[in-house]
Every structure is written in structure tokens, then in C-alpha cells.
């Protein structure tokens, strides 16, 4: 039986981005099916960004980066040093706008590479339309989609369902609605936890044929 993982994220967070990581280690090995849901953690953000040392400056930085340049190697992720942080607002809604036209994985993946790895503003519509361009989207209708106010109230929705599961930090991950593990830990108690709950990757292979 599949087990179903939803996570709220959001792309201005950097443990999301390892979190992904691990999910994609986690559905090597285990029958998952993920579904990623859109938590803005920082709506106070002006809409054309501001200094993250300004903005958050109890945080100290070097000593941040250096810990996610460790976990993120683990996964392949490269983070740079990001110095903006953008309203995450319009990624979110191009997230939704992915969903709807069957590119949800590959704008989610191309939106964390774009601000942690390449140090683009995710928060300027012309990135993110190219952005959404460079996964096979349609960035006028994107555009479009913004311009209306599409998936505003999708997103708030989505967010006011994460307030009432007491849900107030990302990465969140939920586990089959009954158990849930909050922020990038470790890869085994991910393991320990989806060991008890969830079928191995390799029960659910079909046989190889002989192809000769």
C-alpha cells in the first residue's frame, strides 16, 4: 500500500529544499506519493524583497550556510549565498499554476535550484516567468494567472488547513494523516519512521523479463 506524504513548504526556505532532498532519497526506497503544498512563512516580506541580515538579523548567517552546504552535499544541493529574501507570494501561485498544467515537480525543483543554487529574485515576475518558460509552461498564461488572482485563494486555503493542524514551522511533513515529522531531520528517523508505516520500494517491483 502506498504511503501518502503531504509537506507544506515553501521556497525561501532553505530546510525545505534539503527536505526534498530527502524525499527524493526516501521514494528510492520506500512506496510513497508525495504531495508538496504551498506554507508562505514570511507574508511581512515587501513585495520587491528586502536584506535577509536586515530582515531576520538574529540569524547568524555564515554559521547557517555552512550547515546547509553540509546537509545539502548529502542530496546534490548546492546552495549559494543568498542575500535577498523575496515575497515568495508569486512563486507559490506559479507552483499552483504548475500543478494545474501537469509541471508541478519540475517548477517546484527549478524554483529551490533558481534562489538557493543560481541567486535569482524568485520574487521578480519576469524570473519567475522565464523560470516557468525553462520548464515547458506557459508563461503568458502564467502571467495571466497572476494578473487575475487565480490562486490566491487556494494558497490561503491551504494555509489556513495548516493553522488548524497546529502547523507553524516548514518543512512539515504529514504521514498518512496520522503522524508528522517538522523541519529537515536526519535521513534515519525518516527511515525509522516510514519503516513502521510504509512498503519497501523493491515489494512493489515488478519481475524483470528476459528482453533477449
Known sequence: MTTHIRIYSDYICPFCYIGKGILDRLAQEFDIAAEWLPFEIHP????GGALLTEHLPHIDWDDLYRNLRSAGKEYGIVFGRVRMLPNSRMALEASEYARDHGAHGALHE???RAYFTDLQD????AVLLDIARSVGLDPGGLDAALDAGTYRERLDQTQRAARRRDITAVPAFIINDCCSIVGAQPLPLF???LGRIAQPRTAHRPAERDSR
Open 122 to 125: 524568485i520574487g521578480n515576475r
Open 44 to 47: 511581512e516580506t515587501p513585495p
Open 191 to 193: 527511515r525509522e519512521t
Open 110 to 112: 527549478a524554483l529551490f
